[in-house]
Structure formats: C-alpha cells, structure tokens
C-alpha cells in the first residue's frame, strides 16, 4: 500500500507562484509515473503534468510555459512548480503515482488564485 501525502497549496494573487509537493511512503517496489491532476468546480478531473521515471515529462496545453514538473526518485517524491498563476488554475490538485502497477491518489490541495 502506498500513501500519498501532497503540500504546498494555498491563496495566492494572479501573477502569483506556488510549488506543490508530493511525498510517497508506504512499500513501494517500483514507480513508474508520477503526477499532479485538478478538478475545478463544476468540471471534470483533468491531467495538469506527469514525469515518468526516466524525466519524460507531459503537460497539459494550458499550463504548457507556466507550470514545471520534477521528481525525486531517491525521495519518492514530485513536485509542481507553478508560475504566472491564473484564476482559471483554481481548482483541487491531486497527487498521482502509478507504481507496482497500481494507481494511488493523494487526499488533494486547494489552489486558489484571486484576480
């Protein structure tokens, strides 16, 4: 079993910046992807950014220029760097990991940016 445990949102101002983190624990023999996904209200889940474990990374065009991933494999941990912050960003973030072939979700973070 895997817990995730996610930090780092907050309020912030458009134009703004906050970086999330994501830490995993738990037995874990492998991960593969690892990933940060919103829901805003009233909208459907959404994929925001995934690094694999060789550092190939994926974004989501609406953020793509804005928003960096990263992770620490020693740590099992990733990281979401936000910048140039949008109201449109507000929403709940969400850890992602997929390891030992399994899908885990961290509880999520709030994110909201006031304009």
């Known amino acids: 079993q895997v817990q995730l445990v996610e930090s780092g949102g907050g309020l912030v101002q458009a134009g703004g910046s906050l970086r999330l983190s994501c830490a995993a624990s738990g037995s874990i023999f492998s991960i593969n992807v690892m990933g ?3 829901r805003a209200p009233g909208k459907q889940r959404e994929l925001v950014a995934a ?8 974004y989501a065009d609406s953020v793509k220029g804005r928003f960096t991933i990263s992770r ?8 979401l760097q936000m910048n140039s912050l949008k109201p449109e960003d507000t929403a709940v973030y969400y850890c992602n990991v ?18």
Request: negative net charge.
């Open 98 to 115: 997929f390891a030992d072939y399994n899908d885990y979700w961290g509880q999520g973070t709030q994110v909201t940016v006031s304009s």
């Open 36 to 38: 940060w996904f919103r």
């Open 72 to 79: 620490d494999n020693a740590k099992n941990m990733v990281f």
């Open 51 to 58: 690094i694999a474990t060789g550092g190939n990374t994926n």
